[in-house]
Structures are given as structure tokens and as C-alpha cells.
Nanobody
Framework: QLQLAESGGGSVGAGGSLTLSCEAA????????????ITWFRQTPGKEREGVAYISSLSTTAGYADSVKGRFTISRDNAKNIVYLQMNSLKPEDTAKYYC??????????????????WGQGTQVTVSA
């Protein structure tokens, strides 16, 4: 399976910025990390997992949740097998554990957690008031 690893989380004050990274740390055999659409999700205890942003395998399409549109930017570096989520103007409501997930591009991109079987371990983002 494709193995994903998130990093870059931390604690910042409101209005601050963080950049998260999702690295395809390991892939073997016929698995090609660049054949996947990658979606960032976030989740807090007691809340449903929320799709934050997605990016297609060739960066031809991307989408954002309304709650982060204009503040977050998703991008990818296929040579390095890394997908980034640049988060600016952070708000306390952005506090969550952030996960990246991979879905085969041929299946189409998605912002629904149930469509994904490959996940990273998550990285915590905490934004203080």
C-alpha cells in the first residue's frame, strides 16, 4: 500500500500560519504515488471528519471547503511525492487533527472520508484565541 505521513502541525495564535506536509513515505510494486488524488481532512473529538481540500494527481483540479477557502492552499510536488497544505489566517475553529488520504485518480477525487482507505497518522493543529 501507499504509505502517507503528515507533518508540520503545531500550536499557533489566531492569525498565524502553518504549512502541513503529506509525504508518500513508501510505495512499492505497481503502486505509484503520483496516480492518486490527495485530500486533507480534519477531525476533532465528537465531530465528523471534514474534508478540507483536495488536489488531483497532476494538480489540474483542486477544491476547498467553504470554511477554509481563501485562507488555505493545497499544492503538490510530484517529484518529491509530497502534498502541502498552506494554512494562513488561522482561526481557533481550525483546531483539529489533520490527516491526508489517498484515492486512486481513476476513481476520481473526493472530500468524503468513506471513499478513502489509505490514511496518514495525522498531525495536530492547535490555534489559540
Amino acid at each position: 500500500q501507499l504509505q502517507l505521513a503528515e507533518s508540520g502541525g503545531g500550536s499557533v495564535g489566531a492569525g498565524g500560519s502553518l504549512t502541513l506536509s503529506c509525504e508518500a513515505a513508501k510505495y512499492t510494486g505497481s503502486t505509484n504515488a503520483n496516480n492518486y488524488c490527495i485530500t486533507w481532512f480534519r477531525q476533532t473529538p465528537g465531530k465528523e471528519r471534514e474534508g478540507v481540500a483536495y488536489i488531483s494527481s497532476l494538480s489540474t483540479t483542486a477544491g476547498y471547503a467553504d470554511s477554509v477557502k481563501g485562507r488555505f492552499t493545497i499544492s503538490r510536488d510530484n517529484a518529491k511525492n509530497i502534498v502541502y497544505l498552506q494554512m494562513n489566517s488561522l482561526k481557533p475553529e481550525d483546531t483539529a487533527k489533520y490527516y491526508c488520504a489517498a484515492r486512486r485518480q481513476l476513481l476520481g477525487c473526493s472530500m468524503r472520508g468513506a471513499d478513502f482507505e489509505t490514511w496518514g497518522q495525522g498531525t495536530q493543529v492547535t490555534v489559540s484565541a
